[in-house]
């Protein structure tokens, strides 16, 4: 709300109040809201503002995906993969957790998130109750690994973002949570940055979307998580406002407020 819609409804209640009680209008006190943040953290944007750009295809599978991706050449990542890392997690999850690709553990291992980040990762989702093995999904922009762990570069995002958009038609996640700069450039078609996107709500082919930071910048850089930590909360609290048997089976909405 408008700090001029603010200020007037404040006088206005004020004036009214008085008039009731005492049949007088006295003078009301001078208000100096401020404008709302745009965009606050429970603030969701208006479902579907990002148009499905791949046709679904109803005979499509989670493991057809992952051998298309294990068999994709499309882009120059291609060729320099000793493994291609299509996600991994539970059909339908509660979340999707997004990141930009894999990096030298995940190209290893064929895993996402593997090794220190995936560890940060794992602990973060733990907090809320969350796992790749019962309620998440985790997967990455590009699945292949951009050498020396460089970004990848916008026609190989072109070129892989329809394995991604294939997997969420299947998954149908209840909240998506982007991880890093990169994956919510992408899936945002943003420039801004992630400092600046962090915890504000958005949505993407009308999945509720919260950008956080990755795992990896967390390490190197420790002062953040608390930033990561109040997104964590937001996404346990939208997660029990969803999904009421979330909170019933792990408890985390009660034990985040503790905290
Ligand atoms: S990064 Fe994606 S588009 Fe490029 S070769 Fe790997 S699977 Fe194919």
């Known amino acids: 709300m408008k700090k001029p819609v603010k200020n007037a409804l404040a006088l206005f209640f004020d004036l009214a109040a008085a008039s009731l009680s005492t049949g007088f209008c006295a003078k009301g006190a001078v208000y100096d809201f401020e404008d709302d943040a745009e965009g606050t953290t429970e603030n969701f944007p208006a479902p579907n503002s990002s148009p499905p750009s791949t046709p679904k295809n109803n005979n499509d599978s989670l493991e057809k995906i992952a051998k298309d991706v294990c068999a994709c050449s499309a882009c120059k990542l291609g060729a320099g993969r000793k493994n291609a890392v299509p996600g991994e997690g539970v059909p339908h999850p ?145 997660l029990a406002e969803l999904n009421p048997q979330y909170e019933a089976e792990t408890g985390a909405l009660r034990a985040a407020r503790k905290i």
């Open 94 to 238: 509660l979340v999707l957790v997004v990141g930009e690709g894999p990096g030298a553990d995940e190209d290893a291992s064929g895993r996402p998130f593997v090794g220190p980040a995936g560890q940060k990762l794992d602990e973060m989702l733990a907090s809320i109750g969350l796992s790749r093995s019962k309620n998440c999904f985790i997967a990455n922009i590009v699945k292949c690994r951009p050498p020396g762990n460089r970004d990848p570069e916008s026609d190989e995002t072109r070129l892989c973002m329809r394995f991604l958009e294939r997997q969420i038609d299947l998954l149908q996640p209840l909240l998506i949570l982007s991880a890093g700069r990169t994956s919510t450039a992408n899936l945002l078609q943003t420039g801004e940055g992630i400092t600046r996107l962090r915890g504000i709500w958005k949505s993407f082919r009308g999945i509720p979307l919260l950008p956080t930071f990755h795992p990896s910048y967390l390490l190197r850089d420790p002062n953040q998580k608390k930033f990561a930590w109040e997104d964590m909360k937001s996404l346990c609290r939208r």
